[in-house]
């Protein structure tokens, strides 16, 4: 991507980094070489070269700056102390680029009793093996390695973070799962996946006066709210099924202990997604998972428990609601896919710890900035034109083409069209994720 230094300029001029370098002591005194814009603008630019040595960064900031400035100049700028400058920057990239200031019809009809909407997720990123003991993983053909894992905290009304942290692979997403207490208000609502299942967070959440949504979790022990006799979910599925019922929703309490009081509401898929979910299950990578009978058959079933009323939500607007998540998941789709930053990490030898956290921060901020917001605009403006999703990497190419176009534009939609015409994803025999989620969140099933 060959991108003129003067558009990225503008773009994060927006950000007032000098303002922020100066409130986060980046800068302590007048007259440095090294601005915080220059500082961001320069790293951008190393990005965009394919490069991530110290040496051609402080080639692109003198050429940005037109001063001599050495890589040790460069060095004493990646010292732990400049670390809470470059999360505050990330912090304006996902302000400024996510909030488009539009919600969906769907989005306000489903969260309107809700004050925010929480959603969190991680992704695993490889860094070099000299860190290891700063973000320790796996072995890999008896060598350490090491793996940085990203835990994200968004609301999905405004598309702003309200929790970034960069920890190690061991650092697995249950034991994040209760870094969303803190933030948590009345009336705020979570969204969980499975990875963040905790029955003892779920009741500090509920006793915060906040919701939560989460897929169930197969194994868990389930009792009837009103008789407390324990429920054989399967057989109560199976009667449903018999019946021609296709949705299940009614009141139980979770656990041995039966501490938890929530809806527990099962809705039927459809036969090609429950083939999929199968699919997808037994070629799990983990070979030491030896998954049920009764899991693969509850498989049939897209089964949720939540504390929001029958009075707020429906039993269909429960699985819409879910399929909200999916918006966290671009995010992390784009900062891997395409524009794969893991891969300014993969050939290096050593790094120190504070440097590859400034990295994260500043990369994740770069495709936050040039393309996370724009891959969202579309997908969802492409669908409703043309029932066709667009491919991730065919609009990162788009992009690299039409970047001055999209940078500049007061009206995205003129773009549509051509996004359209030359993004479209392939057509496949089995239905991606994002094909899944469209086509659940507008036929209502999941």
């Given at each position: 991507m060959k991108l003129e230094s003067s558009k990225i300029k503008s773009r994060i001029a927006k950000l007032e980094l000098n303002t922020g370098a100066k409130s986060t002591d980046f800068i302590k005194r007048a007259g440095g070489k090294i601005d915080g814009e220059s500082f961001v603008l320069s790293f951008f630019l190393m990005v965009l070269s394919g490069t991530n040595t110290v040496s051609t960064w402080a080639m692109f900031l003198c050429k940005v700056t037109g001063k001599t400035i050495t890589a040790q100049a460069i060095q004493k700028k990646l010292q732990f102390r400049q670390l809470k400058f470059a999360g505050w920057i990330l912090a304006q990239s996902l302000h400024k680029s996510l909030n488009t200031n539009e919600v969906s019809e769907l989005s306000s009809k489903l969260f309107s009793a809700f004050k925010r909407v929480f959603t969190q997720d991680s992704t695993c990123v490889k860094v070099p093996s000299n860190l290891s003991e700063f973000f320790p993983s796996s072995y890999s053909h008896g060598k350490t390695t090491a793996t940085a894992r990203i835990?994200?905290?968004?609301?999905?009304?405004?598309?702003?973070?309200?929790?970034?942290?960069?920890?190690?692979?061991?650092?697995?997403?249950?034991?994040?799962?209760?870094?969303?207490?803190?933030?948590?208000?009345?009336?705020?609502?979570?969204?969980?996946?499975?990875?963040?299942?905790?029955?003892?967070i779920f009741q500090q959440i509920i006793e915060k006066g906040a919701y939560l949504l989460s897929r169930y979790k197969s194994g868990v022990t389930v009792f009837d709210s009103q008789t407390g006799e324990e429920l054989d979910l399967l057989c109560k599925l199976k009667l449903a099924k018999s019946k021609n019922i296709s949705k299940l929703d009614m009141r139980v309490r979770l656990g041995k202990k039966k501490s938890i009081e929530v809806r527990l509401v099962a809705i039927e898929l459809p036969e090609d997604v429950v083939n999929?979910?199968?699919?997808?299950?037994?070629?799990?990578?983990?070979?030491?998972?030896?998954?049920?009978?009764?899991?693969?058959?509850?498989?049939?079933?897209?089964?949720?428990?939540?504390?929001?009323?029958?009075?707020?939500?429906?039993?269909?607007?429960?699985?819409?609601?879910?399929?909200?998540?999916?918006?966290?998941?671009?995010?992390?789709?784009?900062?891997?896919?395409?524009?794969?930053?893991?891969?300014?990490?993969?050939?290096?030898?050593?790094?120190?710890?504070?440097?590859?956290?400034?990295?994260?921060?500043?990369?994740?901020?770069?495709?936050?900035?040039?393309?996370?917001?724009?891959?969202?605009?579309?997908?969802?403006?492409?669908?409703?034109?043309?029932?066709?999703?667009?491919?991730?990497?065919?609009?990162?190419?788009?992009?690299?083409?039409?970047?001055?176009?999209?940078?500049?534009?007061?009206?995205?939609?003129?773009?549509?069209?051509?996004?359209?015409?030359?993004?479209?994803?392939?057509?496949?025999?089995?239905?991606?994720?994002?094909?899944?989620?469209?086509?659940?969140?507008?036929?209502?099933?999941?």
């Open positions: 835990q994200l905290i968004m609301d999905l009304l405004t598309g702003t973070y309200q929790h970034l942290s960069v920890n190690s692979f061991r650092d697995n997403d249950q034991k994040a799962s209760k870094d969303i207490l803190p933030y948590l208000q009345e009336k705020d609502l979570v969204l969980r996946d499975l990875g963040y299942w905790s029955l003892q999929e979910r199968r699919r997808k299950v037994k070629q799990d990578r983990n070979k030491r998972t030896n998954h049920s009978k009764e899991y693969l058959e509850l498989l049939r079933w897209c089964i949720f428990i939540t504390n929001v009323e029958e009075e707020i939500w429906t039993t269909e607007q429960v699985a819409q609601a879910y399929q909200m998540r999916w918006r966290i998941e671009i995010i992390f789709k784009c900062w891997k896919s395409k524009f794969n930053f893991a891969h300014l990490f993969k050939n290096k030898q050593s790094m120190t710890p504070a440097r590859a956290l400034i990295s994260f921060y500043l990369l994740l901020a770069f495709l936050t900035l040039f393309f996370v917001r724009w891959y969202d605009y579309f997908l969802d403006k492409v669908y409703q034109t043309t029932g066709r999703i667009i491919s991730l990497f065919k609009f990162a190419d788009f992009v690299k083409i039409f970047f001055d176009e999209l940078t500049q534009s007061n009206d995205l939609s003129v773009l549509v069209k051509n996004v359209a015409s030359f993004c479209k994803q392939d057509k496949r025999r089995r239905l991606s994720q994002l094909e899944l989620f469209y086509k659940t969140e507008h036929q209502l099933i999941i």
